[in-house]
């Protein structure tokens, strides 16, 4: 009996859900726990400040800026996750009501045609920007400590590539959920994998 030269639906599917998927969901998982040690960063460096300011009457030059620039970062370090758990605010009481193969179609487009192009621009458009801060050892000239803002910018280009990878990945999953509703968790259902 001669084999097909193509490849079965479910082949690719299965591929998909178990190979292609599960690693790219663990870059967005790895950035937050990168977030989560930001945070603990940012806690630890607000408790120092209160303490050396009110208790020493000592306040520092570094503590504001550290703060801004972590909490920055980590909204979008554990931005791609936050998608991949379905935890972002959605208002999708209408769309709910749509058939389950219509909902898949309505994200699939959503991602590909207004999200992902966006992503696209605001990484790159970071990304050089964290180049030229890397390359001219910008400062940041707004406050007394003046840090280099490298780090800050690059962190910020981090989270919106993670959350581009991630944002392909639902693509991927919601283009699995048009060709078979069963295969995916249904949109805005709340339900995801664990890892």
């Known amino acids: 009996m001669a084999r097909s030269p193509f490849v079965s639906v479910d082949i690719v599917k299965s591929l998909l859900l178990r190979r292609v998927l599960p690693p790219i969901d663990a870059i967005g998982y790895g950035l937050a726990i990168l977030a989560m040690g930001q945070t603990v960063l940012l806690n630890l460096v607000m408790i120092y400040e209160v303490i050396v300011r009110y208790g020493f009457d000592a306040p520092t030059l570094w503590a504001n800026d550290l703060t801004y620039m972590t909490n920055g970062t980590l909204f979008l370090l554990g931005a791609a996750w936050t998608l991949r758990m379905n ?66 910018y690059t962190g910020i280009t981090i989270g919106v590539v993670g959350l581009g990878i991630q944002v392909v990945a639902e693509a991927i999953r919601h283009a699995i959920g048009l060709a078979d509703p069963e295969a995916v968790p249904r949109p805005g259902s709340g339900e995801h994998v664990q890892v």
């Open 87 to 152: 935890a972002h605010v959605r208002i999708d009481f209408l769309s709910t009501l749509f058939p389950v193969r219509l909902q898949h179609f309505i994200n699939l487009a959503f991602y590909v045609c207004l999200f992902l192009p966006l992503i696209w621009y605001v990484g790159l458009s970071q990304g050089q920007k964290a180049w030229r801060a890397w390359v001219k050892g910008e400062l940041q000239n707004m406050s007394a400590w003046e840090p280099v803002v490298w780090p800050f």
